[in-house]
């Protein structure tokens, strides 16, 4: 699926409806949710695996620094599909997303 792959049905009801209309899926990079509501495909996008992928995802964008954002890459394989097994949702690009608390991730010393 290409990102924001579906943004054009959400374009096909803008000003059709009186609510806010929201689209998504694969919108992975602030860049594309920027060039979607920009060309008025919707009012709003929806985020979510991205953020499993790079927590710190806004703050990069806010930066300027959208080059070191760890991009989400619509595998699905351990967030998704750990859900629907009842499993704790994580993310191949980010193995440290859903365990925050048990994995610390320190610097190395030099000796």
């Not at 699926?1 to 579906?6: A, L, Q, S």
């Not at 009012?43 to 620094?65: C, E, T, Y």
């Amino acid at each position: 699926v290409p990102r924001g792959g579906f943004a054009f049905v959400t374009k096909k009801l803008m000003g059709k409806v009186g609510i806010p209309l929201c689209t998504t899926n694969r919108i992975n990079m602030p860049s594309t949710a920027e060039q979607i509501l920009e060309e008025g495909y919707a009012d709003m996008v929806s985020m979510a695996r991205p953020f499993l992928a790079d927590p710190n995802l806004l703050v990069k964008a806010q930066q300027g620094r959208e080059d070191e954002i760890n991009t989400c890459i619509g595998c699905n394989q351990a967030c998704l599909d750990h859900v629907f097994q009842s499993k704790r949702a994580s993310c191949l690009v980010n193995p440290a997303a859903g365990y925050e608390r048990e994995l610390a991730i320190k610097p190395v010393t030099q000796e």
